[in-house]
């Protein structure tokens, strides 16, 4: 099994601080809201959960993952909502532009993986590793 790992560092970092901001702002609603009403209740489990959903950033979806396990190419990318499975034979080609990364399959039709807001170095290890592990 094969498998590259990327991490957008700003973005890692700006979600960190919002979850660290939204859980400040859980203590200072402790300090300064009634805990009698049940708004307070209603905010208080929100802003938790928005908390652990930035520090975690999103549950692990802000993290880019390609995968290449007995023949299967599985892509988990911060802008799509499921995984994508493809059979490295069924891939024709792969290319490249500045916004995107085209794998277009024998059937015609393509998947576009968003990297213009990545860095070169990044965009070159992508297409090294599909490269490497597709033979194309």
């Known amino acids: 099994m094969n498998q590259l790992v990327l991490r957008d560092k700003a973005q890692e970092y700006i979600f960190r601080f919002l979850g660290g901001l939204t859980l400040l702002a859980v203590g200072i609603q402790l300090f300064t809201s009634s805990p009698k009403r049940a ?3 209603i905010l208080f489990v929100t802003f938790i959960v928005a908390g652990i959903f930035f520090l975690t950033l999103n549950l692990g979806a802000l993290v880019n993952r390609l995968t290449v396990d007995h023949g299967i190419l599985t ?3 911060n802008t799509k909502i499921f995984k994508k499975h493809i059979r490295v034979d069924e891939i024709a080609e792969i290319t490249e532009d500045k916004r995107y990364i085209r794998i277009i399959k024998t059937d015609g039709r393509s998947i576009r993986l ?7 170095d990044k965009r070159r290890a992508i297409r090294k590793f599909l490269k490497e592990n597709t033979g194309i």
């Open 114 to 120: 968003p990297v213009r807001l990545l860095d070169r």
């Open 75 to 77: 892509i988990r990318w």
């Open 39 to 41: 708004l307070f209740w």
